[in-house]
């Protein structure tokens, strides 16, 4: 059995979507825009399961 006692937190910011865009001069074909806002934002811990899958958001 591992240790599953260890766990990250991260604090996202939400990302306002502008628009995908060509830009001709790149090898690839699309790209997108965005813009990282500060507020508001979420936060999630991560943490090593053992197969099971754990959800306790709120919403």
Same mark, same amino acid.
């Given at each position: 059995?591992?240790?599953?006692?260890?766990?990250?937190?991260?604090?996202? #910011? @939400?990302? *306002?979507? *502008?628009? =995908? @865009?060509? @830009?001709?001069? *790149?090898?690839? *074909? =699309?790209?997108?825009?965005?813009?990282?806002?500060?507020?508001? @934002?979420?936060?999630?811990?991560?943490?090593?399961?053992?197969?099971?899958?754990?959800?306790?958001? #709120?919403?």
């Amino acid at each position: 059995m591992q240790d599953n006692s260890r766990s990250v937190r991260l604090r996202i #910011p @939400y990302r *306002l979507h *502008l628009g =995908f @865009y060509r @830009y001709k001069d *790149l090898p690839y *074909l =699309f790209g997108s825009t965005g813009i990282a806002v500060k507020e508001p @934002y979420i936060i999630m811990k991560v943490s090593r399961t053992e197969g099971k899958l754990h959800n306790k958001n #709120p919403y």
